[in-house]
């Protein structure tokens, strides 16, 4: 069974650092990108950026780019998201996803349970 | 890159049909034949309901499909249920090889 399990919530203030995670399982996790999705508060979904745990290739939506970094542990079939310096803005559920397949791998076919982080003075 | 453009609400009855519109451009919806659609309950994590274009994963009731006319894909739901009411959003590939998605659907069974 295709499982993506991500690490709890977190409660930060403005300026630390954060790096959340996103660990899978029942598939091989080198041969899939894993994505990473934020939701505001009350918002739509935001595709932030994929990574292809096979060889570290990550490409990052434009609106996050230099924002965030992602990257993986292909050792332990983990992702990670993380922030050097973050802001009340970045507060948001975030989920880590699949993304499915083929030539053009372009959808999200199984997704963690998301990790709401909060970033509050 | 922008937010694919959805209705902000559609509503019907049980037993009835709605379609959801998802208008993109030819960068994206209309270049590419790799739209989805994700359902969302509240405090849910997103569902797959349909990839490329029309295509259901294993388990989607067949009530849910999807087609593509230009740049705009639309996802159908038939004989409306009680359990349809959700956030629907679409995505679709880009011509940056990335994905978009779009700005989301609020579904409510009157």
């Known amino acids: 069974e295709v499982q993506l399990v991500q690490s709890g919530a977190e409660v930060k203030k403005p300026g630390e650092s954060l790096k959340i995670s996103c660990k899978g399982s029942?598939?091989?996790?080198?041969?899939?990108?894993i994505g990473w999705v934020r939701q505001m508060p009350g918002k739509g979904l935001e595709w932030m950026g994929i990574?292809?745990?096979?060889?570290?290739?990550?490409r990052y939506s434009p609106s996050f780019q230099g924002q965030v970094t992602i990257s993986a542990d292909k050792s332990i079939s983990t992702a990670y998201l993380q922030w050097s310096s973050l802001k009340a803005s970045d507060t948001a559920m975030y989920y880590c996803?699949?993304?499915?397949?083929?030539?053009?791998?372009?959808?999200?076919?199984?997704w963690g349970q998301g990790t709401l982080v909060t970033v509050s003075s | 890159q922008s937010a694919l453009t959805q209705p902000a609400s559609v509503s019907g009855s049980p037993g009835q049909s709605i379609t959801i519109s998802c208008t993109g451009t030819?960068?994206?919806?209309?270049?590419?034949?790799?739209v989805s659609w994700y359902q969302q309950h509240p405090g849910k994590a997103p569902k797959l309901m349909i990839y490329d274009v029309s295509n259901r994963p294993s388990g989607v009731s067949n009530r849910f499909s999807g087609s593509k006319s230009g740049n705009t894909a639309s996802l159908t739901i038939s004989g409306l249920q009680a359990e349809d009411e959700a956030d629907y959003y679409c995505s679709s590939y880009t011509s940056s090889s990335t994905l978009v998605f779009g700005t989301g659907t609020k579904v409510t069974v009157l």
């Open positions: 990574i292809y745990p096979g060889d570290s290739d990550t």
């Open positions: 029942g598939y091989s996790f080198t041969s899939y990108w």
């Open positions: 030819s960068s994206d919806v209309g270049g590419y034949n790799y």
């Open positions: 996803a699949r993304l499915c397949c083929g030539s053009y791998p372009a959808y999200f076919d199984y």
